[in-house]
């Protein structure tokens, strides 16, 4: 999945309680008085939903339900009991609805089906278990709590052991009314169905209960900076709201496992790719965040929009990491709704392609993601070039496809010149070695890929050019008044080349397709970071950072049993390593050609 299917709430995210004794302080009095956060009278909400609308009575009557896939562990008179037969020294067993995959050491990873003793269910959200010897947080809407907590664990795991070899023992242990698969199908259903309806909730109190309020205050709050917190969420609650309503119409509430929920996503799979805004802008909304909350009065602010709300208690950034985390769960659900779908269902083929479309769209944002988290890498690494000419390299580019080293002649000239190259999507830029602090690099042109055609040169004598090639290349204008001869040591190292033109064609090509660029924002706050983090009065050079940056790039299209220093030409100076004066010298003073 990427690094979006381990997304975390932080221990730190929902820890921020209800401040001791507030209702004793007046706390919630005073704020009200002083107008800190404004009770909506009989006013429309906001983004045109009206009071008692259709989505609210659906979410009231299914709370008000005894559906028993709603959230885990039932409302809260059940977690009490739960968390008083742990306080009695009661083992309490929850087994896992879906995987759950972590890169966190603090959160335990487990898979749909493990057995998880519930150490801590104090919050309602995450909960603290162990499997064996491993411990940790875990999403308390990602199990379902064992109905008879009596049985020991061995008695609990055989009968569904045997049961894989035996379908109808084990529909036996699932219930007497459906067969296995349909049963399990149901519970699926049930769970996508409740998930969607407190997702719609969750994402009303964003809207309604922070920022509504928070466009009230405009003395705390401009609109930049509510666009930076809570991104296009207001968007993201919009169309999840008419996703809902297309879920309700296919959901078969008296038979469950005969609904046909695929095609559903199928229609809205274009739709779900405004998820990839949000998750980019995620980063800077936690930073604004962070810089707001050392200032008491916004955190008393935030508070009291909870509490006015009766929102649960978990803090602002961890009900604004909602939207991450709901993305990545879409294709686990789906997956696991497959599973338990008959091939000859009416519905299987569809939930099988919307398993995919979701995987895409999944992709897509991880894949997005990676590139903006890249683009200051980029600014950086064009900071550090001497003597740039020309538009930014962000203005046109976002990726770096291949670098690398290779002999450029160019007719009428006949004399070879080593240079850097450095193929970006759209352009290529090359750059020449300085002669005593060989890190140091100058801009000495580029080349417009989007007018170029590449042809593979055989070797011996170029007929155009009349000069004898080995391991050539040409890059010639569609016009013709532009030719480039370019040559390397190796014939494999060719192929890495003709591979990564190949290559940046096809990112472009994908660009295009998925609508992805960069916005103006995005290009200048990229640039002046790196302006800042090269100080004028300090000599500019390929810091060891970025060319580790290079090095660990997952690109296809880089050779990953090649040696790094045949792919990217940036090492240290070759000379002895126990000379230092020669790289005393350099440091102070930036030689130049």
């Given amino acids: 999945m990427g690094p979006f299917t381990a997304i975390q709430l932080r221990a730190h995210s929902w820890s921020q309680s209800t401040p001791t004794g507030l209702d004793c302080l007046g706390w919630r009095r005073q704020l009200s008085c002083s107008a800190v956060v404004v009770p909506d009278g009989p006013e429309k909400c906001a983004l045109g939903e009206e009071e008692g609308s259709k989505e609210d009575l659906l979410y009231e009557d299914y709370r008000s339900s005894s559906h028993r896939f709603g959230v885990p562990g039932g409302g809260g008179g059940e977690q009490l009991a739960i968390n008083e037969l742990i306080s009695d020294g009661s083992v309490v067993y929850a087994e896992a609805l879906w995987d759950h995959v972590t890169m966190d050491d603090q959160e335990l990873g487990f898979k749909a089906g493990d057995v998880i003793e519930v150490v801590d269910a104090t919050n309602k959200e995450w909960w603290w278990g162990r499997i064996q010897d491993s411990e940790g947080w875990f999403p308390a809407s990602f199990v379902r709590l064992r109905v008879n907590q009596d049985e020991p664990m061995e008695e609990y795991l055989c009968p569904l052991e045997e049961g894989q070899n035996d379908p109808s023992r084990l529909g036996m242990c699932l219930g007497p009314s459906l067969p296995c698969k349909e049963l399990m199908r149901s519970n699926v259903i049930n769970e996508i169905m409740s998930t969607e309806r407190d997702y719609i909730k969750h994402l009303k109190d964003i809207c309604e209960g922070y920022i509504k309020q928070c466009r009230k205050r405009t003395d705390m709050f401009s609109e930049e900076q509510l666009r930076t917190i809570f991104g296009n969420i207001e968007e993201i609650y919009r169309f999840q709201r008419r996703f809902l309503k297309e879920l309700e119409k296919r959901f078969n509430k008296e038979q469950p496992h005969i609904s046909e929920v695929g095609a559903c996503f199928l229609q809205h799979q274009t739709e779900f790719q405004i998820y990839s805004e949000y998750c980019n802008n995620h980063p800077n909304a936690c930073a604004q965040l962070s810089r707001l909350m050392k200032v008491n009065k916004y955190v008393f ?36 709704l497959l599973k338990y779908t008959n091939p000859q269902h009416r519905d299987y083929k569809d939930v099988e392609a919307a398993l995919d479309a979701m995987k895409n769209v999944a992709r897509l944002i991880n894949e997005r993601k990676r590139r903006l988290e890249n683009i200051d890498k980029i600014a950086q690494w064009q900071s550090s070039i001497e003597d740039w000419e020309g538009e930014d390299i962000l203005s046109r580019s976002s990726e770096l496809i291949f670098s690398g080293e290779l002999t450029k002649q160019s007719p009428p000239q006949t004399k070879s010149q080593q240079r850097m190259f450095f193929l970006f999507d759209h352009q290529m830029v090359f750059c020449k070695k300085d002669l005593l602090r060989r890190d140091i690099l100058y801009y000495k042109g580029r080349v417009d890929m989007d007018q170029m055609e590449v042809v593979d040169l055989e070797d011996g004598r170029e007929k155009d050019s009349n000069v004898t090639v080995k391991n050539g290349l040409k890059l010639c204008s569609r016009s013709g008044d532009q030719i480039h001869l370019l040559c390397v040591k190796k014939p494999e190292l060719k192929q890495r080349w003709l591979r990564a033109f190949s290559d940046e064609r096809r990112q472009v090509l994908t660009d295009r397709e998925t609508g992805f660029s960069l916005t103006e924002v995005q290009k200048k706050q990229a640039m002046l970071n790196a302006c800042k983090s090269h100080p004028i009065w300090k000599p500019k050079a390929v810091t060891k950072p970025y060319y580790d940056f290079l090095v660990r790039q997952k690109h296809p299209s880089l050779p990953t049993a090649l040696p790094q220093q045949q792919v990217f030409m940036l090492a240290e100076p070759k000379r002895k390593s126990a000379s230092t004066f020669w790289h005393n010298i350099g440091r102070l003073t930036p030689f130049k050609k």
């Fill in 301 to 336: 602010f935030f508070e009291a929009c909870r509490l006015l709300q009766r929102m649960i208690d978990i803090s602002l950034d961890g009900f604004l990491l909602t939207p991450v985390q709901k993305i990545c769960k879409y294709p686990l659900q789906l997956a696991e």
